[in-house]
Nanobody, 119 residues
């Protein structure tokens, strides 16, 4: 089992940047593929970015490609989401999630961190 805590959200102007962090506690962080998701008011939760447990391959939603970068530091049990050129439509609560060996689905979730982008 793993516990996840996000941080780094806040209010930023359009065109600005933020870096979200997700700290994991528990065992075997390196065995989890990690994902970032977001949920805007009145909308369903959507996938933003993910990074594999082995090899570090990454995936991104089309809406954030070229602007967001996901990375991980297994020594620090932390996954990051670097967000650049933020747009008002990026406003949402951002969640990180963990998927054991990339095969069980995202079964562990953090509490979320709010990102607000003003125009």
């Amino acid at each position: 089992q793993v516990q996840l805590v996000e941080s780094g959200g806040g209010l930023v102007q359009a065109g600005g940047s933020l870096r979200l962090s997700c700290a994991a506690s528990g065992r075997s962080f390196s065995s989890y593929s990690m994902g970032w998701f977001r949920q805007a008011p009145g909308k369903e939760r959507e996938f933003v970015a993910g990074i594999a447990w082995r090899g570090g391959s990454t995936k991104y939603a089309d809406s954030v490609k070229g602007r967001f970068t996901v990375s991980r530091d297994n020594a620090k049990n932390t996954v990051y989401l670097e967000m650049n050129n933020l747009k008002p439509e990026d406003t949402a609560v951002y969640y990180c999630a963990a998927n054991w060996l990339g095969i069980r689905g995202y079964e562990y979730w953090g509490q979320g961190t709010q990102v607000t982008v003003s125009s």
